[in-house]
């Protein structure tokens, strides 16, 4: 039963502490579209996306105005575009520029899929859509775009990865007008998960139903806000369960959203991903979350430990408020989308290398990361290739979303505005990686991916 103290309590959460769902997220199954003329099968995607979505937004907004509760973005994730390019042939921008229509005239944020699977080798369509993505991202406003490289069962595909790497910095040239946006739309994984909510790594993988409804929300203002209520004495074991409780009512407020709005549009309901994910806004930011525990600027000594503390709490609350856990779920750290994190890289207190480290123990991996616009293919091939390798080894998602910022070099900055927000050009190894990125192959999956 809900009490007065529980009702303001949330109020509070939501008023002055950034509280909100962060999207909810409609996962509509292509496969029935695929046909052997591309026309055709245009005409079947848009029509699919369109019947099952027309009211996606219109929902979300009647929930919010029912509940107050805010819902910022309404999205959409389809069966990853390479498996209908294959069946197709055709031009792969054609089904990105249909994607980005039915995005529109159903009135969602994002839309994301035009993405490939090819952890161990490439099926006829990846190549081909690979190579079309830099076109694909620049001529098209809501299209996010993954491509996932590796796995724990698989090992990691070496020629997959030393492409990716021209494709990143290609996908970047092709909007250097527009603040490399496309590279920002971009995302390369290790051990993807099927319904992941999130842009722009959301795609509806190919063990999901026809559709499904998946909710991300968020909150690391509400987990700040409670514990810089705590004595400065507080010891970690207190932390780490103020941590949980927080997570719990949070994720609470997304099992409701994500239940309504599986009711009212007449789909499952599938995960609740209860990642904490940041803004720009102050006091909406995960590195907040490190310096309320004890550091003094997020990026020094004792920053990984903090991390992996406040992810596994927020898991082990999160996932007692919902029997419906999924996507990614933890705590992310993209460097343009957190306050605290610009202003940790741009006092030098966080580097690369840091944030490398501090993914083994967080959700994702490298994200919103801006990098000197001379950066070459294989130095962002082999930054996608020391993630992959934590993922692998680690069994947990990996991923990499850099942006290398065409015409900037180090210390200058890229500004994107909204929720992508802005970051500084952050330093990278000048030593080159080439001659291993060119040996191609893939790196074995490692012991542990033995499990039967």
């Known amino acids: 039963m809900l009490n007065m103290t529980d009702i303001m309590e949330t109020i509070t959460m939501i008023q002055d502490e950034n ?19 591309i026309d055709k099968s245009c005409e079947k995607v848009y029509n699919k996306i369109y019947n099952y979505a027309k009211d996606l937004v219109k929902t979300g907004e009647d929930i919010e105005k029912k509940y107050g509760i805010p819902i910022v973005n309404k999205r959409i994730s389809v069966t990853p575009i390479a498996m209908l390019v294959g069946a197709s042939g055709g031009d792969p921008v054609q089904y990105a520029k249909t994607l980005d229509r039915a995005a529109k005239d159903v009135g969602v944020n994002f839309i994301g899929g035009f993405s490939a699977l090819v ?43 030393k492409l990716m790497g021209g494709i990143v910095k290609a996908a970047a040239e092709e ?9 920002a739309k971009l995302v390369v994984f290790c051990n993807a998960p ?29 987990v700040r806000a409670a514990l810089a209520k705590m004595p400065d004495d507080a010891d970690l074991t207190e932390v780490a369960d103020m941590i949980k409780k927080t997570a719990f009512k949070i994720t609470r407020m997304g099992q409701l959203v994500g239940t309504e709005a599986s009711k009212r549009l007449g789909v499952p309901f599938g995960i609740i991903d209860l990642s904490l994910a940041p803004t720009p806004a102050i006091g909406d930011s995960v590195a907040h979350i490190l310096e309320e525990i004890g550091l003094e600027q997020c990026g020094t ?16 609350g999160g996932v007692m408020a919902s029997s419906n856990v999924g996507g990614l779920s933890g705590a992310f750290i993209p460097v343009t989308e957190d306050a605290g994190m610009i202003d940790a890289a741009r006092a030098g207190s966080l580097s690369i290398e840091k944030l490398e480290a501090m993914t083994a123990v967080c959700s994702v991996g490298l994200d919103m990361i801006v990098i000197p616009g001379d ?9 996608i290739a020391d993630e992959a390798a934590i993922g692998m080894v680690n069994s947990k998602t990996t991923a990499v979303r850099v942006i290398p910022a065409v015409g900037l070099k ?30 191609g192959g893939r790196i074995p999956a490692p012991l542990q991916s033995l499990k039967n």
């Open 175 to 183: 909007t250097k007008d527009r603040q490399c946006i496309g590279a």
């Open 194 to 222: 099927e319904d992941n909510p999130f842009m722009a790594g959301a795609f509806h993988g190919p063990g999901e139903p026809d559709c499904v409804l998946n909710v991300g929300v968020s909150g690391p203002g509400v």
């Open 410 to 439: 180090e210390g200058e900055e890229l500004d994107f505005g909204g929720l992508l927000g802005n970051g500084p050009v952050m330093k990278l190894h000048s030593k080159s990686p080439a001659k291993m990125i060119n040996r």
């Open 301 to 316: 000594h004792g920053t990984t430990a903090a991390l992996a503390m406040l992810n596994d709490a927020v898991k082990k």
């Open 19 to 37: 509280l909100d769902i962060r999207t909810i997220t409609m996962g509509i199954s292509l496969l029935d579209c695929c046909d052997s003329d």
């Open 375 to 383: 950066t070459t293919p294989e130095t962002i091939s082999a930054i």
């Open 119 to 161: 952890h161990k080798g490439f099926s006829p369509g990846d190549k081909k859509l690979i190579e079309s993505i830099p076109r694909a991202l620049s001529e098209t406003d809501f299209v996010c775009s993954s491509v996932n490289i590796g796995s724990t069962k698989a090992g990691i595909n070496m020629d997959a990865v």
